[in-house]
T-cell receptor, first 114, second 113 residues
Framework: DPKIIQKPKYLVAVTGSEKILICEQYLGHNAMYWYRQSAKKPLEFMFSYSYQKLMDNQTASSRFQPQSSKKNHLDLQITALKPDDSATYFC?????????????FGAGTRLSVL | QQNVQQSPESLIVPEGARTSLNCTFSDSASQYFWWYRQHSGKAPKALMSIFSNGEKEEGRFTIHLNKASLHFSLHIRDSQPSDSALYLCAVTPRGSALGRLHFGAGTQLIVIP
């Protein structure tokens, strides 16, 4: 059974619309993250959260807003979608807060913006 | 900004071969060094990590780090068709808050039976 659940698996959106990507982890981890993988760039860090608090933000655009209602839940809201936002968005989690902690990734949400 | 480069971009080897994948980084103060493997359409999954110069072996996989050369590598002994995947190296940069890894673009490995 997958321990990090991402929904939906595939998502098609029109330019200018808004979408929410869902992520829940059942590994009992204390930290959660969003990464993005597009055809043009390597896997890219976006946000990190711990105990529902934002720890790091490397996303320049305010159109990307993480939302955490519970410690094991981290959604990603994307507004005013653009074709360049097309990518696979991966949620990840780790047990602890130190740099030596392994990141575990979900299966991803593949977003296509038309 | 950390620059992580992988070589080669792609590699085709016969089953049973020894495979070597390379990764260079730009900041010698980087803290941790990782290899992830991503099968097509799947999540990246951590293979191994190292933080100090030298070698570390786990089964058929060996990771080697040389910080002075800004280089680390992954060696796969007795490569299997199931090893066919995209291999991603990643670096934890200096002073990084938790979870921020800088990834390379990947090496696509194909192991021919």
């Amino acid at each position: 059974d997958p321990k990090i659940i991402q929904k939906p698996k595939y998502l098609v959106a029109v330019t200018g619309s808004e979408k929410i990507l869902i992520c829940e982890q059942y590994l009992g981890h204390n930290a959660m993250y969003w990464y993005r993988q597009s055809a043009k760039k390597p896997l890219e860090f976006m946000f990190s959260y711990s105990y529902q608090k934002l720890m790091d933000n490397q996303t320049a655009s305010s159109r990307f807003q993480p939302q955490s209602s519970k410690k094991n839940h981290l959604d990603l809201q994307i507004t005013a979608l653009k074709p360049d936002d097309s990518a696979t968005y991966f949620c990840a989690s780790s047990q602890g807060l130190g740099v030596q902690n392994t990141l575990y990734f979900g299966a991803g949400t593949r977003l296509s913006v038309l | 900004q950390q620059n992580v480069q992988q070589s080669p971009e792609s590699l085709i080897v016969p089953e049973g071969a020894r495979t070597s994948l390379n990764c260079t980084f730009s900041d010698s103060a980087s803290q941790y060094f990782w290899w992830y493997r991503q099968h097509s359409g799947k999540a990246p999954k951590a293979l191994m990590s190292i933080f100090s110069n030298g070698e570390k072996e786990e089964g058929r996989f060996t990771i080697h780090l040389n910080k002075a050369s800004l280089h680390f590598s992954l060696h796969i002994r007795d490569s299997q068709p199931s090893d066919s995947a995209l291999y991603l190296c990643a670096v934890t940069p200096r002073g990084s808050a938790l979870g921020r890894l800088h990834f390379g673009a990947g090496t696509q490995l194909i192991v021919i039976p």
